[in-house]
Structures are given as C-alpha cells and as structure tokens.
C-alpha cells in the first residue's frame, strides 16, 4: 500500500441497507477525515478524527459513524442508506490534526448510488 | 456562517495566464489551501498560505490577503493538462478545512 486506499470503489446500494466505506492509509498520519462531495457544492466533513481512539462530527455528521481503533483504519458506516446520501465519498489524512500546514491526502473516493 | 466564494468556471488559452479568485469568511483563520482535482480524482495539494503575500511555487503562484479575505492561484504557461477544478479551503478556528465548491478550469488550445 502506498499512501491511502479506499474499497469499494464504487457501490448501488438499496434504501435502508446497512454499509461499511472502508479507508486505510500507510503514512502513520495521526489524524483522518470523512468528506461527501456533492456536483455544485464544496467537499462537506462528516466525521474526523484527530488521534487513533477519538472521533469528531463534522459539519454533516447525520446518518454516519466512524471508529478509529488504529492509526491506520477509519472505516465510514451508513447504519441505514437514504437517497440523499447518493454521493461521492472522500477519504483523507494529515499528519496532525492542528495548526500548521498540515495538507491532506486524500485517497480515491468511493461513489455511492443509494436506490 | 462560513463561506467560501470562487467562480464556478473559467476558461483560458494554452500558454496564457489565468488568475482564479476566492473570497472567504469564516469563524477563525489557520491558512488557506489550494487544491486541485481533475474529474474523476481526488483534490491534490498545491498550496499553502498562512501570512500575507505571494508564494511561488513553480508555474503556480498563491496570494493571500487576511484584512480582505481574499486569496488567488495564479497559473502560468498553461498546459492542457491544467484542466481541472480548482478547490479553495480555509482551516477555520477548530482547525477544520471549509471547502469552496470549486471552480472549473478549461483550457483551449
């Protein structure tokens, strides 16, 4: 693996169906990030995390769940899928999650199509 | 609340100079990012400012003006493979990124 993956790459998923997004990265970054990308709008946080064991909500966090219990995985969870979650989802990671230039990586995204 | 101003589209010749603005205000001030995305792909790092002025970087250049929230890219010697969109993102006060939606680059031979 070389910086950060993300499975599937893209998945229909029937309304009301249960999902797990997976992300893996090998850079040993401390923090990590959730984002939905939506055609007209700019990239949205739905959950952070800034150290492995902790999690933050973003700015839409409803209908997701993530856990961090590595440094390596943040796996993204739609317990119940809805239309409106149709989107394309961004995985990223940052050195630290705190000030300074602490670019992002993102990985390659996985769209979604709920039905 | 926050926000983030870019134009939607731009278009500009191979060779030339294009110049693509973005206006924010947000709850707290930590840098502003550029990134770039070509369709289908994830947003790529390109810049970073945190102090005023220009930064250089390449055929890339970043300014940044915190007294008026305003900050541009400037891409110089356009190649058709800057064809993408442009992302502009300021770390706000929880040093969270607020994204703008984007502006489109299209370059014409």
């Known amino acids: 693996i070389a910086g950060i993956t993300q499975a599937p790459t893209s998945q229909i998923l029937a309304a009301g169906r249960r999902m797990t997004l997976r992300c893996t990265q090998d850079m040993r970054h401390n923090a990590m990030y959730w984002y939905r990308q939506d055609l007209g709008l700019g990239l949205r946080l739905i959950h952070y995390?800034?150290?492995?064991?902790?999690?933050g909500k973003g700015e839409v966090p409803d209908g997701y769940s993530v856990s961090r219990a590595n440094t390596d995985d943040f796996p993204l969870t739609l317990a119940s899928a809805v239309p409106s979650q149709t989107s394309v989802y961004f995985c990223a990671s940052s050195a630290s999650g705190g000030q300074g230039n602490h670019e992002q990586y993102f990985g390659p995204g996985t769209r979604l199509t709920v039905t | 609340g926050q926000n983030i101003d870019q134009p939607t589209e731009m278009t500009a010749t191979e060779g030339a100079i294009v110049q693509i603005n973005c206006t924010y205000q947000t709850s707290g001030f930590n840098g502003l990012f550029w990134y770039q995305q070509h369709a289908g792909e994830a947003p790529t790092f390109l810049s970073y400012?945190?102090l005023d002025g220009l930064e250089e970087k390449g055929r890339f250049s970043s300014f940044l003006s915190r007294s008026k929230g305003y900050s541009y890219l400037l891409l110089k010697e356009l190649q058709m493979k800057d064809s993408a969109s442009y992302l502009c993102?300021?770390?706000?006060?929880?040093?969270?990124?607020?994204w703008g939606a984007g502006t489109k680059l299209i370059i014409k031979p």
């Open positions: 995390s800034n150290t492995a064991g902790t999690t």
């Open positions: 400012n945190v």
């Open positions: 993102a300021v770390m706000d006060s929880n040093y969270q990124l607020i």
